[in-house]
């Protein structure tokens, strides 16, 4: 039998100075550069020309501890790809959003907003926010526990789709001839009232081009996977060996086909951070010459940062010490 013939998909992820922390000391970046939006529009038409699906815009609703080191702000990423799709033409943008510390209608509004102006081209990175430091951004006491942000995640994913899905395909009309612009028989309320959310919908807009963005998740916790089963159409993940790259993949795909979905129509796609050189002597020695830039103190910050990361209810008492 012939081979499986797959399709390869490759998606530019783009973080303001790179993902190595010392990535903006290096003689040939131009930190001067991160807030010029010709340089983003420039990466993306490089990866568009290139052949690439999409780009990844990273977010997060407080600011990074190691910002005195690194280049970690986040321009905000709705704001940020629309800039890019002005430029392009069929390559799509996957914007991080999260679902604790965003509402359900508007939200649901900016994506079908974006859909619509790229021509279909958005996509959403599902996220409930690890940084505890967040919730005095937005005038809470706490940061909710792991669990109750992805109970409510799950609610606020239910009650976007039913937002995008409250236009009917053809309801909007236009017709000069009847005076008829949109059939309000199939504009209709989603009469929301959950948990965490009441709304009545329906959303102020058409139906977008795709009908909703796709859908990408990024947790691989238990309740991360669990979440990504039910809803997520890509997955980004990052492993340090291959053994547990493919425990994770073999995961993911058992846990889609429990909960009915096709295996298939879930893409897992694995993040590098590759060193490239015309050999593989010039390749390490950008390596080195990257990690040889970094700061012992700036290192030994960010993996605290990823400890609390994994215990976050350990850092309730007192979040500005987090």
């Known amino acids: 039998m012939p081979a499986e013939k797959r399709q390869l998909n490759l998606n530019l992820f783009i973080y303001p100075g790179g993902h190595h922390e010392a990535g903006w000391r290096y003689k ?27 780009l990844f815009f ?34 799509g943008f996957i ?17 079908a907003s974006f859909d619509h102006l790229s021509g279909g081209r958005a996509g959403w990175n599902i996220v409930t926010t690890g940084d505890a430091s967040a919730a005095l951004n937005f005038g809470f006491d706490r940061h909710p526990t792991h669990a ?9 994913v239910d009650v976007v789709t039913k937002l995008w899905d409250s236009w009917e395909d053809d309801a909007l009309i236009a017709n000069r001839e009847s005076g008829i612009f949109a059939d309000t028989d199939k504009i209709h309320p989603i009469n929301h009232i959950g948990k965490y ?10 139906r977008s081009p795709q009908g909703r963005p796709v859908y990408v998740q990024a947790g691989s916790s238990e309740d991360g996977r669990s979440f990504a089963s039910r809803y997520a ?32 129509h879930v893409k897992v796609l694995p993040g590098i951070s590759p060193f490239i050189g015309s050999t593989e002597a010039e390749a390490r020695a950008l390596h080195d010459d990257f990690f040889e830039r970094e700061r012992f103190d700036e ?24």
């Open 28 to 54: 040939d970046s131009a930190p001067e550069r991160v807030l010029d939006i010709s340089y983003y529009q420039e990466l993306a038409k490089k990866a568009e020309a290139s052949k690439f699906d999409a």
């Open 58 to 91: 990273a977010d997060g609703p407080a600011l990074a501890d190691n910002i005195r080191y690194a280049s970690r702000f986040r321009l905000e990423p709705l704001t940020w790809i629309s800039a890019l799709a002005a430029v392009t033409e069929r390559i």
């Open 95 to 111: 914007a991080t959003a999260s679902t604790t510390y965003n509402e359900p209608y508007n939200l649901a509004r900016l994506f």
């Open 148 to 156: 109750d942000r992805y109970e409510r995640a799950g609610e606020f």
């Open 197 to 206: 959310h009441r709304v009545k919908g329906p959303l102020t807009l058409p």
């Open 233 to 264: 159409e890509a997955i980004f993940t990052a492993h340090q060996t291959l053994g547990n790259a493919q425990e994770f993949y073999s995961d993911i795909k058992a846990r889609v086909k429990s909960v009915g979905r096709n295996p298939d």
């Open 299 to 322: 290192e030994y910050s960010r993996l605290r940062a990823g400890w609390v990361r994994d215990k976050p209810d350990e850092c309730q008492p007192d979040l500005f010490a987090c």
